[in-house]
């Protein structure tokens, strides 16, 4: 059971590992073992998620989410496997938890006083410094 918080559990069973040959430099070890493990998991179909949290997830998955809904989490830092599958669940684990909190309310603020007489001079300077180049042709010859 993978918590992440009181009112979230998941059932393993939800999650699906592969495990396959992990790549980059490790000689003979790398070459034999299956130590990168990929993780799936259905967001659609989770019954452990509210909506509010899969269309978050979904959203915060970017592009390790397939067209079917499944997230997938590869893991191949560690050199075993088991190491590699901790790996998978936590990274899963902090995403769900970031999905669960759900985004702060945007309060509407207004733009100070001050900052806009401070844009409105900068103009008026550039403006000015702009009006003392003169323009393209009217050189004296």
């Known amino acids: 059971m993978l918590v992440i918080s ?3 559990r998941i059932p393993l069973a939800e999650f699906s590992f592969a495990y396959m040959r992990s790549s980059g ?3 003979q070890h790398v070459n034999k073992t299956s130590s990168a493990v990929q993780l799936r998991f259905d967001i659609g179909n989770s019954p452990s998620l509210g909506a509010d949290v899969k269309r978050r997830l979904a959203h915060l998955a970017g592009s390790r989410l397939t067209l079917g809904g499944e997230l997938i989490i590869e893991a191949r ?3 075993s496997q088991e190491a590699n599958r ?3 669940i936590e ?3 902090m995403l769900i ?3 669960a909190r759900p985004p702060r309310a945007r309060r509407a ?3 100070p ?3 806009r007489r401070r844009r409105v001079t900068a103009k008026r300077m550039r403006s000015g410094i702009k009006k003392l180049r003169g323009r393209a042709g009217d050189e004296d010859q």
């Open 6 to 8: 009181p009112s979230i």
């Open 25 to 27: 430099p490790g000689g």
């Open 77 to 79: 830092r560690f050199r």
């Open 86 to 88: 901790r790996d998978a």
């Open 91 to 93: 990274r899963l684990s």
């Open 97 to 99: 938890a970031r999905a």
């Open 109 to 111: 603020t207004s733009v």
């Open 113 to 115: 006083q001050a900052e």
